[in-house]
Nanobody, 114 residues
Framework: EMQLVESGGGLVQPGGSLRLSCAASENTFGGYNMSWVRQAPGKGPEWVSRITFDGADTYYADSVKGRFTISRDNAKNTLYLQISNLKPEDTAVYYC???????WGQGTQVSVSS
């Protein structure tokens, strides 16, 4: 069973940037499409972005398009999410998920506040 571990969250001011990482435990990582999903306090999960197994195609929610960039390094079994121009409404726990949401990480907290 593949383990996913997110990191890189933190407290940042509006307009700031962060890079989230998601490290996978298995070399099979390279065979999975990967997603980022976030959950804000008191709200349901929100899909943020997806990348195909080979990194050739990426997709974004309208709410983050132009500010977030998903990428992956299959040699390092790692998924990334570069977040720029952060807004208070981006405050959430960010999760990475593999395939059809078969595997999930434990999440990393992103808080945006002045």
């Amino acid at each position: 069973e593949m383990q996913l571990v997110e990191s890189g969250g933190g407290l940042v001011q509006p307009g700031g940037s962060l890079r989230l990482s998601c490290a996978a435990s298995e070399n099979t990582f390279g065979g999975y499409n990967m997603s980022w999903v976030r959950q804000a306090p008191g709200k349901g999960p929100e899909w943020v972005s997806r990348i195909t197994f080979d990194g050739a195609d990426t997709y974004y929610a309208d709410s983050v398009k132009g500010r977030f960039t998903i990428s992956r390094d299959n040699a390092k079994n790692t998924l990334y999410l570069q977040i720029s121009n952060l807004k208070p409404e981006d405050t959430a726990v960010y999760y990475c998920a593999a395939g059809g949401y078969v595997y999930w990480g434990q999440g990393t907290q992103v808080s945006v506040s002045s």
